[in-house]
Nanobody, 124 residues
Framework: VHLVESGGGSVQAGGSLRLSCAASAYTDISSCMAWFRQAPGKEREWVAT???????RYVDTVKERFAISKSNDKNTLYLQMNSLKPEDTAMYYC???????????????????WGQGTQVTVSS
């Protein structure tokens, strides 16, 4: 299983970015998938999850601004980020929990596959 993120970059506050996470062929992304982020000097933080039924969950700090989705046809996970703030600056990682499909967890240790990350920088 390989997960490859893309779509990061530098934007001004209030701007938008769309992150993508492409899974390798034959990877079943119907299981729980998530986005995490990690800022320098901070622990990795859960951002959003999406389960088999397409049900999303978000950390409070990104609700109403971020949207997680996935395309099973394209084997790709997305994170649409709007109204970006400087505090959203971090390396963003996608992750797959191949063992769970409905009750997605928020602890990084629950996810057994990770991408390499894509940097998001928001300037004020």
């Amino acid at each position: 299983v390989h997960l490859v993120e893309s779509g990061g970059g530098s934007v001004q506050a209030g701007g938008s970015l769309r992150l993508s996470c492409a899974a390798s062929a034959y990877t079943d992304i119907s299981s729980c998938m998530a986005w995490f982020r990690q800022a320098p000097g901070k622990e990795r933080e859960w951002v959003a999850t999406i389960n088999l039924e397409g049900r999303p969950r978000y950390v409070d700090t990104v609700k109403e601004r971020f949207a997680i989705s996935k395309s099973n046809d394209k084997n790709t996970l997305y994170l649409q980020m709007n109204s970006l703030k400087p505090e959203d600056t971090a390396m963003y990682y996608c992750a797959l929990d191949s063992l769970h499909e409905i009750a997605c967890r928020v602890e990084p240790g629950r996810y057994n596959y990770w991408g390499q990350g894509t940097q998001v920088t928001v300037s004020s």
